[in-house]
């Protein structure tokens, strides 16, 4: 299942919000969503315990147990990479500047490897000076569709280098000492404007250097 809004989860809060007697999730939406294929995370932002949803775990390859319910633990799966625009999407959100936290990243999978995430969540929970006290959020994998999306892109550059180069003039050129005309194949020479004008993105304009005016159209001799 692919959610294409975060609205939708915007619309959820509310119900996931609502207290349990075991403290966790709304066993009804927590069912719903584990069978969707989303991890639903509740995070204490003052303790760092984190409650998880057992499709959180089961997306990367775990099992729940195996991963502690602490912020560290997520922390320490993020891809090094991302860790710096995960914690700037964090920061922004708690400090109030954005109204929902939502980023893609990657999370390292039990077999060792990464998988792409779209992360999002809300702050639920503030204390009278507007501290941020209580997220609530999701994880969604996005895997294939991240994957693609670099492939597209990977192949885009790829496709803009070859054109690029294309028109670039490189290696030896078999040019007449003579007539300067270059040589296309055994029996056929084409004339060097024409060659470079088809070989690259330059054009000509004509004139005649100084040496060539004074052979060509020498001055009057002063008598």
């Known amino acids: 299942m692919w959610l294409g809004s975060t609205s939708f989860f915007v619309r959820l809060l509310p119900?996931?919000?609502?207290?349990?007697?075991?403290?966790g999730f709304v066993s009804l939406w927590g069912r719903a969503l584990e069978v969707s294929g989303v991890g639903l995370w509740d995070h204490n932002?003052?303790?760092?315990?984190?409650?998880?949803?057992?499709?959180?775990?089961?997306?990367?390859?775990?099992?729940?147990?195996?991963?502690?319910?602490?912020?560290?633990a997520w922390r320490a799966l993020i891809h090094p990479e991302d860790l710096p625009a995960v914690d700037e999407?964090?920061?922004?959100?708690e400090a109030g500047e954005v109204p929902e936290f939502e980023v893609e990243h990657r999370l390292r999978t039990k077999s060792g490897d990464y998988k792409w995430i779209l992360n999002w969540g809300r702050v639920v929970e503030r204390n009278a000076s507007g501290r941020a006290l209580?997220?609530?959020g999701a994880h969604v994998d996005i895997h294939r569709r991240k994957t693609a999306e670099l492939e597209r892109e990977q192949l885009l550059a790829e496709l803009l280098r070859?054109?690029?180069?294309?028109?670039?003039?490189?290696?030896?050129?078999?040019?007449?000492?003579?007539?300067?005309?270059?040589?296309?194949?055994?029996?056929s020479w084409q004339q060097l404007e024409a060659y470079i004008r088809e070989h690259s993105e330059a054009d000509f304009s004509h004139g005649l250097c100084p040496d060539c005016l004074e052979k060509y159209f020498p001055?009057?001799?002063k008598e």
Do not use: N
């Open 219 to 221: 001055a009057p001799k």
């Open 134 to 136: 209580r997220a609530l």
């Open 45 to 72: 932002l003052v303790t760092g315990k984190v409650i998880r949803t057992p499709e959180w775990a089961r997306m990367l390859g775990y099992e729940p147990e195996e991963i502690p319910p602490t912020s560290e």
């Open 15 to 23: 119900f996931l919000h609502r207290p349990t007697p075991t403290g």
């Open 89 to 93: 999407a964090a920061r922004r959100h």
């Open 162 to 187: 070859a054109q690029s180069e294309m028109r670039q003039l490189k290696g030896i050129i078999p040019i007449c000492a003579s007539c300067k005309r270059v040589r296309i194949d055994a029996d």
